[in-house]
């Protein structure tokens, strides 16, 4: 079982929509969780982090972390072009403690 | 520059010839890691440091693989005798570890890109 997982396929999302991303980890201990964007040749960017069970928000940005079903999500709201990007899920690992990722969902906002 | 420093930015080899980038974290932070990643793939875990110690190793590092940071400051990553599959993005990124489990975020550096040919 991968330590983090990210299975959904390219995300194409009309302009003005919301764009949902799901992301689950195998660490039942883990207690960080993140998102990075990360556009195409760049590197990644951090844009949200959750260490508490329920939603965050930033900006048209929801973080929500359920720990009994080890699921992170991230909601963009009113999506904008300039949202299309990767968006990458990553966790701190009880375990170890370092940073593990996953392999990412590219998400398209059609004009 | 406050950020994290990766040079060089672009690096091409051939194949059997040994490569060294080196990373420059944000000052002050005491956790550097090193990553690949390929196209369509998220960052893979290659190694970390906690000041100048090496924490951890991925099994998938091979022996050509070795890592330094041997003052807690920057590091280098070097790659011996690469290979095709070597080519790839390499990415380092520090963060300042705080309260156990609740570390602060990790900014990455903008890579370096290897192709060997």
């Known amino acids: 079982q991968k330590e983090v997982e990210q299975n959904s396929g390219p995300l194409s999302v009309p302009e003005g929509a919301i764009a949902s991303l799901n992301c689950t980890y195998s660490d039942r201990g883990s207690q960080s969780f993140f998102w990075y964007r990360q556009y195409s040749g760049k590197s990644p960017e951090l844009i949200m982090f959750i260490y508490s069970n329920g939603d965050k928000e930033d900006g048209r940005f929801t973080a929500q972390l359920n720990k009994a079903s080890q699921y992170v999500s991230l909601l963009i709201r009113d999506s904008q072009p300039s949202d299309s990007a990767t968006y990458l899920c990553?966790?701190?690992?009880?375990?170890?403690?370092?940073?593990?990722f996953g392999k990412g969902n590219q998400v398209v906002v059609i004009p | 520059d406050t950020g994290v420093s990766q040079d060089p930015r672009h690096k091409i080899t051939k194949r059997g010839q040994n490569v060294t980038f080196r990373c420059d974290p944000i000052s002050e932070h005491n956790r550097l890691y090193w990553y690949r990643q390929t196209l369509g793939q998220g960052p893979e875990f290659l190694t970390y440091?906690?000041?100048?110690?090496?924490?951890?190793k991925s099994r998938l590092l091979s022996d050509r693989f070795s890592a330094e940071r041997p003052k807690g400051s920057f590091s280098t990553l070097e790659i011996q005798r690469t290979e095709q599959g070597d080519s790839a993005m390499y990415l380092c990124?520090?963060?300042?570890?705080?309260?156990?489990?609740?570390?602060?975020?990790?900014?990455f550096g903008q890579g370096t890109r290897l192709t060997v040919v």
């Open positions: 990553a966790v701190i690992l009880y375990g170890n403690n370092r940073l593990a």
């Open positions: 990124a520090s963060s300042l570890r705080q309260v156990l489990y609740m570390n602060t975020e990790a900014f």
């Open positions: 440091f906690q000041n100048e110690a090496q924490l951890e």
